[in-house]
């Protein structure tokens, strides 16, 4: 019997996200959001994932299994909001490895630069 591999966008694999935190997470600060979120996303590389970066209504993530495209290859689409913070912006992209980062990763990623 074939173990189960692990799958980052299957429910209860990935880690949880408390969205309606992230969205609490607001800056003023003025800078590019979609430009802060492809560089953590350059900075963390997720393997085997295509992300597609957004300005959207809230921060969020969607994922699914990329069809077409070689076993375990996924998409993700990753929505930033005009007043993101870079905290919850690097949270929101150090979810598409599939991995919990502690906060003081997330800090360093929201303040590398």
Request: hydrophobic share 45%.
């Amino acid at each position: 019997m074939p173990s189960a591999a692990f799958d980052p966008y299957r429910q209860g694999d990935a880690p949880e996200i408390d969205y309606e935190e992230v969205e609490r997470d607001v800056s003023s600060e003025p800078f590019d959001r979609v430009a802060f979120a492809l560089d953590v996303l350059a900075r963390l590389s997720p393997r085997r994932v295509t992300v597609a970066v957004v300005h959207g209504k809230r921060v969020h993530v969607q994922a699914g299994r990329a069809w077409g495209r070689a076993p375990g290859e996924r998409w993700a689409l990753l929505s930033v909001t005009p007043n993101a913070s870079r905290r919850a912006i690097a949270a929101a992209v150090a979810s598409l490895g599939g991995v919990r980062v502690s906060p003081w990763e997330l800090d360093v990623l929201a303040h590398a630069g």
